[in-house]
């Protein structure tokens, strides 16, 4: 009844519906959209029982059960949710006589709760109303305490990043008071901003050191810019003043990236375990990392030229197409031809005409048709097009003869089945040992990519001459990885000095979404 109460209290406030009680419970929505939305802002169950157990500092099962209405069962599963979620930041485990504790690996717990409560705000509604008026006011005041030297890092934090650091600080020192321990607010506060201030200074000493690091992870990639290493630096100096570390791209949105563009999430865990090499002590979040590292892929631009043909009927609006497509294709060289007597047209890779002309004499084959002036839409339909044939042309000649393979095996264990097929190819010399150990090595950290039913491990190697190696293996018997079939491995290893790292992977996410085996793959293709 209490949590009815909760929710009716919740939904009344927002004047989205209620739940009535009268011989059955019954969800009344006044607000479909506004429901959807509150639904979407609510705090999730694990981090509700973190936000309790980093105010509280230890709990035990029974207490923290009962004071997040959920059954024991229920926080045991969130518990462990968190521990793998968060592995690399902090481990929660049972203490006997002492409660559930949480450790924290990087960064502090004034900034593990204080990044919470950016991500969830809500949490602090959990609170009764004496108790947030009093945080309210005491906010205001100690906004004053916050010592003269962390002016030198106000630029690295927002108004209300600083807010959310200074409400940790209280309800941490409030909780220590309340449990017996001699912790002023002030005090702790002034010690939170001396670290950090410190912190700033090694980060601004050592800074060619971090850069370096930097640059090195970047150079592996052939993506070495001096704008990108300067983003990512200043990312590590705010991520210092004030770690995000629940801030996360959406589900969807990273299970496409992580199938489009999977060597991004390669160059960001190298860009991490530099940067930790350097100053363990911070927090930089992966997701942001992704994003530096397609925006650095993004910069790369392939040397080679594809040819388009742009058959027009109008000489005035062909000469403004053929300039829109200049402008917006930078890898492509554009010819422009007036009327339909088209001589050569095999040359060309892609061919684009005007959808009033008859398709008939002279041309034997068109690509994309379009009226008028080229849109926006249009424009990225045909970098659309020209990208799958100029991959699909890849794919085609590596994918024939001996690269690809069929295995048979007993084992339904991906990795076991991988290693095996890895030591055959190398037997066959198809791939170095040096590949075959990359290989084996990434996958074993557990960074698979997974495409239907085609697995793709991936590296990128200076080792190969060509742009890309592409092994297939046909497997007989499906094997499983994190529960997924898989019943086709398709080994990628693309060459260092490849610019555009991301548009092959691209291509095959397109061209694989529906598709289980590589036979059909090529046949389609």
């Not at 509280?56 to 959920?70: H, I, P, R, W, Y």
């Not at 410190?198 to 971090?210: D, I, P, S, V």
């Not at 698979?448 to 046909?474: T, W």
């Amino acid at each position: 009844m209490r949590e009815i109460k909760r929710i009716n209290d919740t939904l009344q406030k927002e004047k989205t519906g209620s739940v009535q009680t009268s011989q059955i419970y019954h969800l009344v929505i006044l607000n479909k959209e506004k429901f959807h939305v509150l639904l979407n802002e609510s705090v999730p169950d694990e981090y509700l029982i973190l936000f309790k157990l980093l105010v509280q500092e230890k709990m035990g099962l029974d207490d923290l059960a009962e004071s997040c209405f959920m059954s024991k069962k229920r926080v045991l599963h969130c518990l462990a949710l968190l521990n793998a979620r968060y592995q690399q930041v902090f481990v929660i485990k049972t203490v006997q006589r002492r409660g559930i504790l949480i450790q924290v690996k990087v960064t502090t717990r004034i900034d593990l709760l204080a990044s919470l409560l950016q991500r969830f705000p809500d949490l602090l509604n959990l609170m009764n109303s004496p108790a947030q008026d009093k945080l309210s006011q005491e906010l205001q005041q100690l906004l004053g305490v916050i010592l003269p030297e962390f002016n030198q890092v106000r630029e690295f934090i927002t108004r209300v990043e600083l807010e959310q650091q200074v409400k940790a600080c209280v309800l941490l020192a409030t909780s220590c008071s309340a449990s017996g321990a001699k912790s002023e607010i002030k005090d702790r506060l002034q010690n939170c901003y001396l670290g950090k201030v410190a912190l700033y200074h090694r980060l601004t000493e050592e800074k060619e050191n971090l850069w370096m690091a930097i640059w090195n992870c970047l150079l592996q990639y052939q993506t070495a810019e001096t704008k990108i290493c300067n983003l990512i630096y200043l990312h590590v100096v705010r991520a210092a003043i004030f770690p995000s570390i629940f801030s996360e791209l959406p589900e969807n949105q990273r299970k496409y990236i992580q199938a489009s563009d999977p060597l991004a999430f390669d160059l960001a865990e190298e860009l991490r375990l530099a940067i930790n090499g350097k100053f363990p002590q911070i927090y930089v979040n992966q997701s942001f990392l992704v994003i530096y590292a397609l925006m650095a892929f993004k910069e790369q631009e392939r040397h080679n030229k594809q040819k388009i043909l742009l058959i027009s009927d109008s000489n005035a609006l062909g000469a403004i197409n053929k300039m829109l497509l200049q402008q917006a294709l930078k890898n492509a060289e554009c010819t422009l031809e007036v009327g339909e007597e088209i001589q050569d047209q095999e040359q060309y890779d892609l061919t684009i005409l005007s959808g009033k002309m008859v398709s008939d004499s002279g041309i034997s084959k068109s690509d994309y048709f379009f009226e008028g002036i080229l849109g926006d839409q249009d424009i990225e339909k045909i970098k659309t097009k020209l990208s799958d044939k100029y991959y699909g042309r890849i794919c085609r000649q590596e994918l024939s003869g001996s690269h690809i393979l069929k295995y048979t095996s007993t084992s339904d264990h991906f990795l076991e089945v991988f290693t095996n097929c890895l030591q055959r190819v190398e037997d066959q010399g198809q791939i170095s040992s040096k590949g075959s150990e990359a290989l084996l090595t990434r996958e074993s950290a557990g960074n698979q990519l997974v495409i239907g039913s085609v697995a793709v491990p991936h590296i990128v190697s200076n080792e190969i001459r060509q742009p890309y190696s592409i092994l297939a293996v046909l497997l007989e018997k499906p094997v499983f990885l994190d529960e997924q079939k898989v019943t086709v491995i398709l080994i990628m290893v693309v060459n260092r000095n490849v610019k555009d790292k991301g548009g092959i992977f691209k291509y095959l996410y397109r061209e694989m979404k529906n598709i289980i085996n590589v036979v059909g793959y090529e046949t389609e293709t």
